[in-house]
């Protein structure tokens, strides 16, 4: 059932704020919209409203048009971010991160990671990052939503916090490794730059493509991930069961999806591999029965 029609709105919510925000996670098409939908009414629309809020910033970050109108509009997010601190707010995306701010004690120095993170993407195109900075980018950009989350989840100790820590970077290097070709295509190449120098991979995304060293690099990055999924698991296993259930069944498709392109030895890099249709159900009904 809709949030919005529930008899008594999560959150404290108003119905319409609720609809607008659930509206705008479903429409995304995000393969985490079912593990989203497993969780308790108010700790749902509270990870709807993360969700939301870096759907929002993303998108300014990925349509076309000047960086200095980025810049503002991103800025503008910051002052909103700021603004909650004082309770203040301007739409329903706005009302409903007050509403779970306030009920999970979501930390607004990790929104503001989020639009760094989404400012580093729009500022430049990124070519073939130092590790240092593909590691940032990769806080800023996932784990960080992670470090929300987890709060949404129920679980606010450390042990969440090494979660959100591991898997966010293994579920965005697990993004970087499929989406090699289609980055290219966008003059845009994620991989480390020391391990594409040690390959010999020249620092440029058409060529790199057809670098004999490419598959090595994307190897050893696809073991960097798989490092971190076990650093996940670990912390998981101190965590609260319950609450950490929804982080463990959103990593099960991106390990899936990993496993798949580690078959191919990423030999033909610039094609973006998929799990098959009927995985995702299997997983989408995991996430409903578990």
Not at 43 to 54: G, I, M, P
Not at 185 to 214: C, D, H
Request: with cysteine; glycine share 4%.
């Amino acid at each position: 059932m809709s949030l919005a029609k529930l008899p008594v709105p999560p959150l404290g919510a108003q119905p319409a704020d609720l609809e607008e925000i659930e509206t705008l996670v479903r429409r995304s098409g995000s393969s985490f919209y079912w593990g989203m939908r497993m969780l308790p009414p108010d700790r749902r629309a509270a990870v709807y409203s993360v969700y939301a809020f870096c759907r929002v910033v993303d998108d300014i970050a990925d349509e076309p048009g000047a960086l200095v109108a980025k810049r503002e509009m991103l800025d503008g997010w910051r002052d909103r971010v700021n603004a909650l601190l004082e309770g203040r707010t301007d739409s329903a995306l706005t009302r409903m991160m007050l509403l779970s701010t306030r009920a999970f004690d979501l930390r607004a120095i990790d929104f503001l990671a989020v639009i760094d993170g989404m400012q580093m993407d729009a500022e430049r195109e990124i070519v073939a990052p130092a590790m240092a900075v593909l590691d940032l980018y990769c806080d800023r950009v996932a784990s960080a939503v992670g470090r929300l989350s987890v709060r949404a989840f129920g679980d606010s100790s450390p042990a969440a916090d090494r979660v959100a820590y591991c898997l966010g970077r293994a579920l965005q290097l697990t993004n970087i490794l499929r989406d090699v070709g289609e980055d290219a295509e966008r003059s845009r190449l994620y991989l480390p730059r020391e391990w594409l120098a040690e390959e010999s991979v020249p620092p440029n995304p058409q060529v790199a493509l057809k670098s004999p060293g490419l598959p090595r690099v994307c190897q050893r990055v696809a073991a960097l991930a798989r490092d971190h999924y076990a650093g996940a698991e670990e912390a998981m296993a101190l965590c609260n069961q319950k609450a950490i259930k929804p982080a463990r069944l959103m990593a099960a498709p991106y390990k899936a999806l990993l496993t798949q392109m580690e078959r191919t030895n990423f030999l033909r890099p610039a094609e973006r591999v998929s799990l098959p249709k009927w995985k995702k159900l299997a997983f989408a009904v995991r996430m409903l029965t578990a």
